[in-house]
């Protein structure tokens, strides 16, 4: 039923929950950049969905400049807008920001990077590090079933640690490994910053120091075509039913892990609920601004779960990735 | 037929007086500051929001802390450089100052920092509590690139665009390293009033509440605010009314005659990358403090368009020898006001980007009109 509804609305779906109810309001939505799938479909959701619903957006892209991306939200609320929704930089500034919104008694919300602080604004996050560990936990579990004569070699891309979403998702990694003590050895930890090019160069480093890596887990799965890009000259991007498989497993959800899950590239992901997250994002800014609530705190946590190979048949269209797979997302 | 083409063609005697005009708003003093009272007066119909009080004191917020960091870049430009290490040296310090006065250091985000144990600590930085211990260390640091910058440049006659092309990578670089790319929160409240405080607050309009929203009272007077007017004011007593402000207009004017007229080119030279450092430093103090945070990577991506391109717009020249801090004001207010206004447009940000790149070329295009126009009077 979900996934009907899904695919059948796909990101406007909750457009007319949204316009009823609430007046015309004037939303400034400022994020800090469209690098992933998940920040694209993210940023689509929402205006497609706050424009549909009557309301005025006034979109405010800060180019990954935390500096700016205050100035613009200072802009924003020098221009009066009712409400803000955030896609902050880190989880620094966006505890900056939130505080600037505030004191001027405008609202804010923080869609999926959350703040430092989380007791300030409406901050809707994923549970990082419960879906990296259901995600970890499943290729772990692969991995000792396929390699029992020695340790097994896992491999994290980490994101940038000034991103709370990063600390959860390692921190999961962590707590899915520990359950099995020595059977895997000291995880090769690699930095990406959530930079392609950063991850790009110290994977290819690390596999090269260590060519014998059973398991990668990358923080994000914007990472996986440059996991590929590393892998593939070395004969090491096969799929799981043949011999030297590296097991991976990623973290997000989007239409690419979702179509190497089907080709059998990656084992598993962990998902969060954009619609979900965006849906919740717009319902408490409105209502906040419906209600006059000018410093509004609440976190709403998106439980998430595991996309594997395994439930691939009951969840696919539970992933937002495979509904815009489904939709030809990857094609256009 | 080509002698006839390049003949200048004289004036016919109503034209006079208009050219001779149009040289003298060109050659002004106060050529920016018309201009951007004009473009204010002009969009303020279509944008009304642009003259709010929210927005004005938005909008001088913005101008403080790019003023302070153009106006080292007015120096280096005067004498004929150009300094691209400002915002590097805006993430080093910034990040180094930050560590060295945080009131707390969280393990889980520092640990792996080669900085972690050696400036920051679980309690703390070295110098917690010892706010003017860690401007005087974050000062010392700009101005260490400053010497090493201005010592290349004047005694090994390097190009200065190359040389502060490599500190910008070398300098950005190491930053990152510093803390591997994680910035320092825990600020002490005194360090982050230098870049948010307020002195004196404006509310305009009727008292119908007893409780005035917030929203509606705005800042008039800032720390920020302060340190970059007594900079400025400094600056310029330094560049106009000192040997040493007149030194630097000569190197910038004919490196050559003024090392025959006896100027201690060389030391200037230093001196003048010192300063551009220096400022940097006082940018990266007012640009942490509002950002509540030590970040190796402030001073990034889009930031030296805009110094430049204020600096530039205010009509320093690119060629050296000409230059003025009031200038440079007048640059930084025009840019601000131009980057609110596209702001309030709605634009993209890639246009936001591809304006301001063209504004900077048409001052530039400007520069060279009023290099001319000088000649040609002389």
Redesign the interface.
């Known amino acids: 039923m979900r996934s009907t509804f899904l695919s059948a609305l796909g990101a406007t779906a909750f457009a007319t929950l949204l316009g009823t109810g609430a007046q015309a309001a004037t939303i400034c939505f400022a994020f800090q950049d469209l690098e992933t799938e998940f920040w694209v479909a993210g940023h689509k959701a929402i205006t497609t969905t706050l424009t549909e619903a009557g309301h005025t957006v006034?979109?405010?892209?800060?180019?990954?400049?935390?500096?700016?991306q205050?100035?613009?939200v200072?802009?924003c609320?020098?221009?009066?807008v009712d409400g803000i929704i955030i896609i902050p930089q880190?989880g620094?500034?966006a505890?900056?920001i939130v505080q600037t919104a505030q004191?001027?008694?405008?609202p804010i919300a923080v869609f999926n990077r959350p703040p430092?602080d989380l007791s300030k604004g409406i901050v809707v996050v994923a549970d990082n590090a419960t879906i990296a560990e259901q995600a970890v936990d499943f290729v772990a579990q692969e991995a000792m079933a396929r390699i029992t004569d020695r340790p097994i070699q896992p491999l994290i891309i980490v994101g940038?640690?000034?991103d709370p979403n990063a600390?959860g998702r390692k921190d999961g990694f962590y707590a899915a490994l520990q359950k099995y003590g020595d059977k895997f050895a000291t995880p090769i930890e690699v930095?990406s910053?959530w930079d392609a090019a950063t991850a790009l160069a110290n994977l290819e480093a690390a596999v090269t120091a260590n060519p014998n890596i059973d398991l990668i887990f990358t923080s994000s799965d914007f990472l996986f075509p440059t996991i590929r890009s590393v892998l593939e000259p070395r004969g090491k991007w096969v799929p799981r039913d043949q011999e030297g498989h590296v097991l991976m497993a990623g973290l997000d959800g989007d239409a690419t892990a979702c179509q190497l899950i089907k080709d059998g590239f990656v084992d598993a992901t962990g998902v969060q609920d954009l619609y979900f997250e965006a849906e919740s994002a717009m319902n408490a800014i409105l209502a906040a601004i419906e209600a006059g609530e000018t410093q509004p705190n609440q976190v709403i946590e998106d439980p998430g779960f595991a996309l594997t190979s395994a439930n691939l048949g009951e969840r696919e269209m539970d992933m937002w990735g495979c509904v815009l797979l489904s939709e030809g997302f990857l094609n256009n | 037929m080509t002698a006839m083409l390049t003949q200048p063609v004289p004036a016919t005697p109503a034209a006079r007086p208009l050219r001779r005009t149009l040289a003298r708003a060109l050659l002004s003093d106060w050529f920016v500051l018309w201009l951007t009272l004009a473009y204010f007066l002009i969009l303020l119909p279509v944008l009304p929001?642009l003259g709010?009080p929210?927005?004005l004191?938005?909008l001088l917020?913005?101008a403080w802390p790019l003023l302070v960091v153009a106006l080292g870049q007015t120096f280096v430009m005067t004498i004929g450089g150009i300094d691209l290490s400002q915002g590097a040296v805006i993430g080093l310090t910034s990040t180094l100052g930050a560590a060295l006065i945080a009131t707390a250091g969280p393990p889980?985000?520092l640990s792996k920092a080669p900085i972690w144990g050696l400036l920051i600590f679980e309690d703390g930085g070295v110098l917690a509590g010892q706010l003017w211990l860690g401007l005087l260390a974050m000062l010392l640091a700009g101005a260490l690139v400053g010497l090493v910058n201005g010592t290349l440049v004047a005694w090994l006659d390097m190009p200065a665009f190359m040389v502060t092309l490599v500190s910008l990578i070398t300098v950005g670089a190491f930053a990152i390293w510093l803390t591997?790319?994680?910035?320092i929160?825990n600020l002490p409240d005194s360090y982050v009033a230098l870049g948010k405080g307020e002195i004196v607050s404006v509310y305009i309009g009727p008292k119908e509440e007893p409780q005035i929203?917030?929203?509606q009272v705005h800042e008039l007077v800032t720390y920020a605010a302060l340190v970059a007017v007594t900079l400025a004011v400094a600056l310029h007593l330094l560049l106009e009314r000192t040997a040493f402000g007149r030194q630097v207009l000569a190197v910038g004017a004919n490196r050559r005659a003024a090392e025959i007229a006896g100027v201690p080119v060389r030391r200037i030279i230093v001196l003048v990358f010192v300063l551009s450092s220096l400022c940097a430093t006082v940018g990266a103090v007012l640009?942490s403090a509002?950002?509540?945070?030590g970040?190796p990577?402030?001073g990034?991506?889009?930031?030296l368009l805009d110094v430049i391109g204020a600096t530039v717009i205010g009509g320093t020249s690119l060629f050296g020898g000409k230059g003025k801090v009031l200038w440079t004001v007048f640059g930084v207010l025009f840019f601000v006001l131009l980057?609110?206004s596209l702001?309030?447009m709605?634009l993209?940000?890639?246009h936001i980007d591809m304006v301001k790149g063209g504004v900077i070329l048409a001052a530039a295009l400007l520069d060279v009109a009023r290099t001319r126009l000088l000649r040609g009077m002389a």
């Open positions: 006034i979109e405010r892209n800060a180019n990954e400049d935390a500096n700016r205050l100035e613009q200072n802009d609320i020098a221009q009066g880190d620094e500034s505890v900056t004191d001027n008694d405008v430092s940038d640690l000034g600390v930095a910053e | 929001t709010t929210a927005n004191a938005n917020s913005n889980e985000v591997q790319s994680e910035n929160r929203p917030r929203r640009y509002r950002l509540e945070a970040r990577t402030l990034e991506g889009t930031f980057s609110n702001n309030l709605n993209s940000t890639f």
